[in-house]
Each structure stands twice: as C-alpha cells, then as structure tokens.
C-alpha cells in the first residue's frame, strides 16, 4: 500500500511533467473508484492549467484556477507519465491528457483510489478537514504530541496512526519510529514523557525523510510504461521480522495485533 512517502516521492516524479500544462482531455474509463469520479471533470478541466501540485497526508492535490483535483492512491494505485498513445491497460482507470503530448495515467487494479473535485478551500474538504499536522513540517513537534496525548490512554502506536492527530503516518512507519525512539507499540499513549514525545517526533520524522531519499533512487523509471513505479522495498528495523533477530541487540522480534493492524518490535530495546 503506497504510505506517505511513496506519495511524496510520486509528487516529486509528477511535478516537472505537470507543472503549468493545460489538459487537452480527461479520460475516464472506470468511474467506479472508492467515490465515483465526477462525470463533468473533462469539461472542467479542458484548457485550464495545473498551477501547483501539493500533497496533504496521502493526497496529492493539482491546483487548478477553477478548482483542485484531489487524487489518491488507496491500496494499489500508481501515476505514471505516458506518451500520449500508450495502448491502456484494463487497470487503467482514469488519464488526464496534457498539451505536452503525454498523460498522466491512474492505474488501480483494487480500485480504492480516488479522483475528486473540489472548487474553493482545498483544506476545508471533508477528507482534508481534520487532519492533524504533516510530520514533516515544523508544527509537529514534542510540545504538540505531548499536548495531543495526554488524554489518550490508547496505546502509542495506534494514536500515532490517528489522521487526526498527525497525518499519514501508516503502520508500516509507525513500526520503524517506534523502534527507532525506543519506545514498545502497546504503552499507553498519556504515559509518554516529554523527552519521549520528542524522541517520537525525531523518529518519526527520521523514518519518512529516510523512505523518501531511499524512494527517489527507485522512481528512475517514472515515465516507463513497462512495470509497476514500484513502492519501494526497504531495510526495516522491525516490519515484518517476527522471529528475526533485532539489528541491534539480537533479541528475537514480537509480533502482536492492535486494532486490527501487525505490530512489530523488540523486547528488549523498546520500552
Ligand atoms: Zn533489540
């Protein structure tokens, strides 16, 4: 499932193929995604110019005059760059056709992506409303998640997983900062101290900016038609080793269930 920094990486393997292009069309070949993509979108669209392109969380958002496009990946989506005649695949779901002579192409075989319009404040969508603070940016902080933990006697990992208190931080990474600062997934939340909110916030950070460098090697083959734009395959501290020995200590990692979700991590070195 593509988490944050896939999507970072996609928007920065986007950006300089899209950036100031008018739409020439909009091909729409399965509406059917998580919402139905709007019907109207190719007449919006035609002839205005993608002015930004942002993400939020795990959305990417194209900036046009008349209104913003709100793309997801879901569970299986990628965006690839094609020339224009690229044959589709029956995966395909949905392109928008630049004047440049290419598209910029949806492929979702699980079809719990999204495409969807939004005109005027991008961040007051319902899907945008209320979300927490971007982990990358500077108001996600020690003070921030200290403030934001203390009635929460939930365990750490899944408050940290909450859209609502920091956006985008998927299982998989949530794992890795956990490890990273030390601290056991299933310890309640209102029990971290502040120097172990801050540590949190350190790894957490650590962890998306480390994906993301490793992300920028993999995406080369953006504009290839053959093969997936893969999500990238990393070196994990503790994702998916149950059993394995810890690469620091040794120590057999756990595996448990919290809400639904595999945590994973070291007895020993996680407190
Ligand atoms: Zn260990």
Request: with cysteine; aromatic share 6%; glycine share 8%.
């Amino acid at each position: 499932m593509p988490e944050l920094p896939e999507v970072e990486t996609t928007l920065r393997g986007l950006a300089p193929h899209l950036l100031g292009q008018r739409i020439a069309d909009v091909v729409i070949r399965h509406p059917q995604l998580r919402w139905p993509v709007p019907k109207d979108l190719p007449g919006l669209l035609r002839g205005q110019a993608i002015r930004t392109l942002q993400r939020r969380a795990k959305y990417l958002l194209l900036k046009f005059d008349n209104g913003t496009l709100i793309v997801h990946l879901g569970m299986s989506g990628s965006l690839r760059i094609l020339p224009v005649a690229t044959p589709a695949d029956k995966h395909d779901h949905f392109d928008l056709v630049l004047d440049s002579g290419q598209l910029m192409r949806l492929r979702d075989p699980r079809r719990f992506g999204a495409v969807l319009w939004h005109v005027g404040d991008v961040a007051r969508h319902p899907l945008l409303a209320a979300l927490g603070p971007e982990p990358l940016e500077k108001d996600f902080d020690a003070a921030y998640l200290h403030r934001a933990t203390r009635k929460r006697s939930a365990a750490i990992k899944q408050v940290i997983m909450d859209s609502g208190v920091v956006a985008g931080v998927g299982n998989i990474y949530a794992s890795e900062a956990l490890f990273r600062a030390g601290i056991r997934p299933q310890l309640s939340a209102a029990k971290l101290s502040l120097p172990r909110c801050a540590a949190l916030v350190q790894a957490i950070k650590e962890t998306l900016r480390a994906a993301i460098k490793a992300g920028g090697s993999t995406l080369r083959d953006f504009t290839n038609s053959a093969g997936e734009p893969g999500y990238f395959q990393q070196h994990y501290f503790v994702y998916g080793r149950a059993g394995e020995p810890c690469r620091k200590c040794g120590t057999a990692i756990r595996h448990v269930r919290q809400g639904q979700r595999s945590s994973f991590y070291c007895p020993r070195c996680q407190r």
